[in-house]
């Protein structure tokens, strides 16, 4: 694999790379208003121009179906710079706030200062956009910055190597490609901020190497995302939004993708019949061969998937699909009905076109199911019964939480994407992204009048009253204070 600068990328490639990104945030030019515009509107031409190579890339890496890149990829990318270059001007100016009666008089405000040279690591499910997205945002809120994309999509890899450094400056933003040897070479390196999007396993790597300089990480993360589906739904429109968000996102390999569904047993039928219907709708009577289903990302992952399917435990609880076909790197749509609790399907993340349904009596049972789990990335619930809904938003702890749809709130720019507890810590997306590479640096500024006697040795006794009666918010006490003290 290439270093930033050609040749092979060890160690010494590493603190070279470091040294570099150093210089140039240390020169302060990536702190301009200027600057920032001037990249991200390098990264906008760089979509406009490039769409069809980002597409190609897309394709050889995952069998992208076109209008999945663009909607979820490309258009998503160049929403995201487009929204920074509007807003940024806004999200840089410092931000006034209150002062309190014990810093009287004086002016406060928050000023957002970039944390200097930032890391990202990106994953292959959406190896565009994953990887320029937090991109976007390290360079809004004026850092340096190196991508390290995945090696698992190898030719978006590759294409961000060799076509980024064109439209931006490349002294101040790098791609490193590389795996695993070379990701743990970076990790090394002191860095002022990671940002890594992957599985929970590494992230635990990323987190333990950022813990040895102090670095403050965000960690994008996956986990098993549940559906919950109600008996009064409109399940035309359900089974839709329930489909797309699983099989028309990248096959299933999308960290916000249906992990699992839950249901009543007496409304099990009524659901799996719309699902069937809709699927053959999408992808026909031979989904192995349908263009608008991508492929799985390689064979490590089709073995991974197929182990899951021969799994002895969920043996006859395909109702629908299981085709597979390994030269393709497919295997169809396949739904499982009432799979056992403790099977493999429903230990780990999925990630993939498998869709498990668990049924309960009552519709309650299902979110106790989703809160004896780790924390998921997003929780979905399609129901018309506000009680329901309101009961699920108050009592499921998710990353994020949609109402009858899937997959939607990731492209809301105004609320923050991201996990909790196994799920992942921070969150990004709009002023959120700014927000995750910027440090919040308080200032108080005060005059040299307001002189509060009070607050100086000797410490006697009617100093502590007037200073209590200050804090409680005495007028009185504050008028003492500032006037200055009768003699003790
Ligand atoms: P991954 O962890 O295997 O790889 C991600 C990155 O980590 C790659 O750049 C890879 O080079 C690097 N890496 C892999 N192993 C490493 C190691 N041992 N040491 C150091 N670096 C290493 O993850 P993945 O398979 O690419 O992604 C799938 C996971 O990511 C799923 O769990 C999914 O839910 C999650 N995900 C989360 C989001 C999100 O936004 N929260 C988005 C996409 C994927």
Redo the contacts with the bound molecule.
């Keep these: 694999m290439e270093g930033p600068t050609g040749g092979a990328f060890d160690g010494s490639g590493a603190v070279e790379l470091i040294a570099e990104l150093r210089r140039g945030f240390d020169s302060g030019r990536t702190r301009s208003y200027e600057w920032r515009a001037e990249q991200l509107k390098g990264i906008a031409r760089m979509i406009e121009e490039k769409e069809a190579e980002i597409m190609a890339a897309l394709h050889d890496d995952l069998a992208k179906p076109r209008l999945e890149s663009f909607l979820h990829e490309i258009s998503m990318a160049k929403a995201s710079c487009t929204f920074a270059l509007k807003e940024m001007k806004q999200w840089m100016k410092p931000e006034k706030v209150p002062t309190s009666i014990t810093t009287f008089p004086s002016s406060a405000e928050i000023v957002s200062e970039p944390l200097g040279i930032v890391l990202i690591?990106?994953?292959?499910?959406?190896p565009f956009l994953?990887s320029i997205d937090p991109v976007i945002g390290a360079i809004a809120a004026g850092n340096a910055v190196a991508l390290?994309?995945?090696?698992?999509s190898p030719t978006t890899s590759s294409f961000f190597a060799k076509i980024l450094p064109t439209y931006v400056d490349n002294s101040c933003i790098k791609v490193v490609e590389?795996?695993?040897p070379e990701?743990?070479v970076l990790?090394e390196q002191k860095w002022d901020k990671i940002f890594?999007?992957?599985?929970?396993?590494?992230?635990r790597?990323?987190m333990a190497a950022a813990a040895k300089h102090l670095t403050p990480v965000t960690l994008?993360?996956?986990?098993k995302s549940p559906v919950v589906v109600d008996s009064n739904v409109n399940i035309k429109v359900a089974a839709k939004r329930i489909a797309v968000g699983k099989w028309g996102s990248n096959s299933g390999q999308?960290?916000i993708a249906p992990d699992y569904i839950l249901t009543t047993k007496a409304f099990a039928k009524t659901l799996v019949d719309a699902l069937k219907i809709t699927l053959d709708k999408f992808y026909g009577n031979d989904p192995l061969e349908s263009g608008d289903l991508s492929r799985l990302v390689n064979v490590k992952h089709f073995s991974r998937l197929t182990n899951l399917l021969n799994d002895k435990k969920i043996s006859g609880t395909i109702i629908y699909g299981g085709q597979r076909d390994e030269k393709l790197l497919k295997i169809a749509p396949t739904l499982l009905l009432d799979v056992p609790h403790d099977s493999l399907i429903m230990d780990e993340?999925i990630?993939g076109p498998l869709l498990p349904i668990i049924t309960f009596d009552k519709i309650e049972q299902c979110f106790d199911f989703i809160q004896s789990k780790e924390k998921p990335?997003a929780a979905y619930l399609f129901t018309k019964d506000k009680k329901l809904e309101e009961k699920f938003v108050k009592t499921v702890s998710a990353?994020g939480i949609l109402i009858n749809d899937t997959g939607l709130h990731f492209a809301n720019p105004h609320l923050p994407?991201?996990?909790v507890g196994e799920?992942?810590m921070g969150a990004y997306h709009g002023k959120f992204s700014f927000d995750a590479f910027s440090h919040k640096k308080s200032v108080l500024s005060r005059g040299f009048a307001g002189e509060v006697p009070a607050r100086y040795p000797p410490y006697t006794q009617q100093k502590q009253k007037i200073l209590r009666g200050l804090i409680n918010g005495s007028f009185i006490a504050l008028l003492l204070a500032l006037i200055g003290l009768p003699r003790d």
């Design positions: 690591i990106s994953a292959w499910n959406y994953l390290k994309p995945s090696e698992v590389g795996s695993i990701t743990r990790l890594y999007t992957g599985s929970k396993n590494v992230g790597i990323v994008e993360l996956g986990g999308a960290c993340e990630f990335l990353g994407f991201g996990g799920s992942g």
